[in-house]
T-cell receptor
């Protein structure tokens, strides 16, 4: 059974550019969440999608957006990149709202903004 | 505003001894609490969870304790093994959103 797949694994972008990250959830998982991990800040929630609808959104500026497709694959976009956007971006999927079992995370996309 | 806090960034324990990782939270509406383990260059993996209606949940060498009155959560690993060396995140959920702590790096010394 394939896990959560995130592409690309590593990315280097220049300040002001935009970037799109991709996430393929585990087959059958309809909920996809995105997190940003930076040193000292832990995992910060970006947003959650369920059946192509954004169900929850964290406290990030509008430069961060996402979407989910009918096959549950999700993309996250960051426009007008800033140096502070350098982080590990993690995607996680789950069946629905079974919180007791948590998410299954992908290995992340390491974004470096220079 | 950090609703879930892990005040110890690192912990070192001898192999075979008990590892105790702590977590504090502020939101009394949290209904599930989870622990995740993360190795470098990998995503976090789910370890164990506990519902807010319980005070203890055990799974093999891992036990999670919940003290709701103190808004405190702890993970006990007994006996600790070198392969347990990783960063441990606690998380709490309210609705469909999880709130994560900043992590504690555990090193188990052989």
């Amino acid at each position: 059974k394939a896990g959560v797949t995130q592409t690309p694994r590593y990315l280097i972008k220049t300040r002001g550019q935009q970037v799109t990250l991709s996430c393929s959830p585990i087959s059958g998982h309809r909920s996809v969440s995105w997190y940003q991990q930076t040193p000292g800040q832990g995992l910060q929630f970006l947003f959650e999608y369920f059946s192509e609808t954004q169900r929850n959104k964290g406290n990030f500026p509008g430069r961060f957006s996402g979407r989910q497709f009918s096959n549950s694959r999700s993309e996250m976009n960051v426009s007008t990149l800033e140096l502070g956007d350098s982080a590990l971006y993690l995607c996680a999927s789950s069946l629905s709202t079974i919180q007791a079992y948590g998410y299954t995370f992908g290995s992340g996309t390491r974004l470096t903004v220079v | 505003d950090q609703q879930v806090k892990q005040n110890s960034p690192s912990l070192s324990v001898q192999e075979g001894r008990i590892s105790i990782l702590n977590c504090d939270y502020t939101n009394s509406m949290f209904d599930y609490f989870l622990w995740y383990k993360k190795y470098p260059a990998e995503g976090p993996t789910f370890l164990i969870s506990i519902s807010s209606i319980k005070d203890k949940n055990e799974d093999g060498r891992f036990t999670v304790f919940l003290n709701k009155s103190a808004k405190h959560l702890s993970l006990h690993i007994v006996p600790s093994q070198p392969g347990d060396s990783a960063v441990y995140f606690c998380a709490a959920s309210a609705g469909n959103q999880f709130y994560f702590g900043t992590g504690t790096s555990l090193t188990v010394i052989p």
